[in-house]
């Protein structure tokens, strides 16, 4: 099946793109926003600016949306300036598979980390008839992630959804740009999640793409941004049928959801944040940022180290706390809510972090000691809509 080409005006490249280069095994789903999103991640990757589809879209307007989807891709670690600009090819014809239609109004999109797992525990606790649907395309964090999500799904008996892409060759070919940021990849989630939907019988839906609100106040994080959910719930909602990309915790920090988990979710359902899987690599490194910021949300929530990481993240073994998060403290280039989660986590922890920042936190100021305590108490007492 064709799903598109990509150009790349300056080196005068063009890929030419279908499902047997990206081996998708749900060729069913491929419509043209599924198409467009594929695309996208791979003109990230090889930095282009001009997307062909080989599918329409019907009353969308091209520029529109070819200025959200170059919002979407210029992280600001991304190797250029994108400026993207789509064209359709309509006068494809490929066969359309009759699809049964599904009873499902709610998808969440799940990769067994803590976030997507709260989100389908506040889904059910809703009592939301709500599908989990993991992507696997070829991350470095597959296995983990896939250990996680079977037996998170298993111990409550809910089926999985999973969608498996090939881009493990783009990744790895642009690993030294991108490094562990896959550019566009919540819009092909969210596109992927759409596409299904299009197959319900309600005419109400929801896609959950868990992202919290420390995420959505960086400028960086553009896929995760309130005008990226509007945006994406704009496009995929049609006369037929309304689609609303949204998260459940745009107002809440990552520690107070793990809070709120504890308190309320943890007996319920038996499941633990220990159950989730939060590593770049593969589960538990200590070594990478994603595992340091779980430590440190974790403890901020009330609970203790994960016993399975190879080395304890607050030991600092790649200097992240050093040379990032403490001058990121002094100078005023982080929220308040991550500044004291972290210095929760420190004095939690004050016999092994680095000396360097048991120094600095033995130098703090009473305010900001006054600031942590209160901070403790606002993370315990936290309530979810």
């Known amino acids: 099946m064709n799903v598109g080409s990509i150009y790349n005006k300056k080196s005068e490249k063009n890929l030419l793109v279908d499902t047997n ?48 989807i170059s919002y979407i891709l210029n992280h600001d670690i991304a190797p250029k300036k994108f400026n993207i600009k789509i064209s359709q090819n309509k006068n494809i014809l490929q066969k359309k598979k009759i699809i049964k239609l599904n009873d499902y109004n709610s998808i969440l999109c799940f990769s067994g980390g803590i976030d997507s797992t709260a989100g389908l525990l506040y889904a059910l606790n809703r009592k939301e008839h709500v599908l989990p649907m993991w992507v696997d395309f070829g991350q470095r964090n597959n296995i983990s992630e896939r250990e996680s999500i079977q037996k998170v799904l298993s111990r409550m008996q809910i089926p999985l959804f999973t969608v498996k892409i090939n881009l493990n060759k783009f990744i790895l070919d642009g690993w030294k740009e991108w490094g562990f940021i896959i550019p566009g990849r919540n819009f092909l989630f969210l596109s992927l999640a759409n596409a299904y939907l299009q197959h319900s019988q309600k005419r109400k839906n ?180």
């Open 206 to 385: 929801r896609i959950y793409l868990c992202a919290h609100k420390d995420e959505m106040g960086y400028l960086k994080n553009r896929d995760k941004s309130r005008y990226f959910f509007k945006s994406s719930s704009n496009f995929f909602s049609n006369n037929e049928r309304d689609i609303i990309a949204t998260t459940p915790f745009g107002s809440y920090s990552k520690s107070e959801i793990i809070s709120y988990w504890r308190q309320n979710w943890e007996n319920k359902f038996n499941i633990s944040p220990y159950d989730t899987t939060t590593c770049y690599y593969e589960s538990g490194c200590g070594k990478c940022e994603a595992c340091l910021k779980r430590a440190i949300y974790l403890i901020a929530g009330g609970y203790k180290i994960n016993s399975k990481y190879k080395i304890n993240p607050l030991k600092d073994p790649s200097g992240f706390m050093v040379k990032k998060w403490m001058p990121n403290i002094i100078n005023n280039r982080i929220s308040r809510s991550n500044k004291l989660d972290f210095l929760i986590a420190v004095e939690e922890n004050i016999s092994i972090v680095p000396k360097k920042i048991s120094e600095f936190f033995k130098k703090l100021p009473k305010q900001t000691l006054a600031a942590i305590s209160r901070r403790r108490k606002e993370i315990a007492l936290i309530k979810l809509e």
């Open 21 to 68: 280069l990206i081996k998708i095994d749900k060729k069913y789903l491929v419509n043209n926003y599924v198409k467009l999103s594929i695309l996208s991640v791979l003109s990230g990757y090889k930095q282009c600016d001009h997307i062909y589809v080989d599918d329409k879209f019907d009353h969308i307007d091209l520029k529109k949306l070819g200025s959200f």
